[in-house]
């Protein structure tokens, strides 16, 4: 069974910075082909992606919005996925889930019909000016 637990959110002043983690079981983060990524929601808005790595080859994809503000990396000895969060805004205000999945496909979105992908419970984040 696949669980992730998000931690590290909270409270913090724009041009701050958080660390965000997601400690995760029963997912094997080596697979080529799948990815672990971040997520964010804030009230009245749809879901988006945030980052995305892909543990086989390493490559890392983020939103414009975060680009060079925001970085994913992924502890495999420790099973733990973080978001590095620095700079933050008001706009990054939003609950942040990790999720992880077996087959990934560009833009943020997942192959469906098949195991996952699976999502942690979230994290809070909130930016004040």
């Known amino acids: 069974q696949v669980q992730l637990v998000e931690s590290g959110g909270g409270d913090v002043q724009a041009g701050g910075s958080l660390r965000l983690s997601c400690a995760f079981s029963?997912?094997?983060?080596?697979?080529?082909?799948?990815?672990m990524s971040w997520f964010r929601q804030a009230p009245g808005k749809e879901r988006e992606g945030v980052a995305r790595i892909y543990p086989g080859s390493n490559l890392q994809y983020y939103a414009d919005s975060v680009k060079d503000r925001f970085t994913i990396s992924l502890d495999y000895v420790k099973n733990t996925l973080h978001l590095q969060m620095n700079y933050l805004k008001p706009e990054d205000t939003a609950m942040y889930y990790c999720?992880?999945?077996?087959?990934?496909?560009?833009?943020?979105?997942?192959?469906?019909?098949?195991?996952?992908?699976?999502w942690g419970q979230g994290t809070q984040v909130t930016v004040s000016s």
């Open positions: 029963g997912y094997t983060a080596a697979s080529s082909s799948g990815c």
């Open positions: 999720a992880a999945a077996y087959r990934c496909l560009s833009d943020f979105r997942f192959v469906t019909g098949g195991p996952g992908p699976y």
